[in-house]
């Protein structure tokens, strides 16, 4: 699917999403992925249910107020556990499949919002 452009070059942009790839301001990648509204960096993840804390470490060394975790076609959860780890730590967290996760990263990132967007990209079906 196609998002539309917004007029911040600066921002890191969801531009489309596709099986298997992501495309952020004219690059696509392949694989998960870390987005925020300054950079783009490779996640390396073997999965939804293998999250761990460490997983997540560079994530929070970017300090976000909210992090979107795109799981993939459908929504998936990490462990509770995970979960309850990262709001100690006074950070946001939502669940939601990858399609959802990008078209609210882009919407809160042209807030201005401190957002990072740790996106699995949707199964190739």
Same mark, same amino acid.
Not at 62 to 70: D, W
């Given at each position: 699917?196609? =998002?539309?452009?917004?007029?911040?070059?600066?921002? &890191?942009?969801?531009?489309?999403?596709?099986? /298997?790839?992501?495309?952020?301001? /004219?690059?696509? #990648?392949? *694989?998960?992925?870390?987005? !925020?509204?300054?950079?783009?960096?490779?996640?390396?993840?073997? /999965?939804?249910?293998?999250?761990?804390?460490?997983?997540? !470490?560079?994530?929070?060394?970017?300090n976000p107020e909210i992090i979107l975790l795109g799981s993939g076609t459908? &929504? #998936?959860?990490? @462990?509770? @556990?995970? =979960?309850?780890?990262? @709001?100690? &730590? *006074?950070?946001?967290i939502e669940v939601m499949d990858t399609a959802a996760a990008c078209r609210?990263?882009?919407?809160?990132? @042209?807030?201005?919002?401190?957002?990072?967007?740790?996106? =699995?990209?949707?199964?190739?079906?």
């Amino acid at each position: 699917m196609k =998002l539309t452009r917004d007029d911040n070059p600066s921002i &890191q942009r969801i531009e489309r999403y596709a099986p /298997g790839r992501i495309s952020v301001n /004219g690059m696509t #990648h392949n *694989g998960p992925i870390i987005v !925020s509204p300054t950079l783009v960096i490779r996640w390396e993840i073997c /999965g939804i249910t293998a999250l761990s804390a460490e997983n997540f !470490s560079e994530i929070l060394r970017l300090n976000p107020e909210i992090i979107l975790l795109g799981s993939g076609t459908r &929504q #998936h959860f990490p @462990s509770g @556990s995970l =979960l309850s780890e990262i @709001s100690r &730590q *006074g950070v946001g967290i939502e669940v939601m499949d990858t399609a959802a996760a990008c078209r609210t990263y882009n919407l809160l990132a @042209s807030e201005e919002r401190r957002v990072v967007a740790a996106l =699995l990209p949707i199964e190739i079906e």
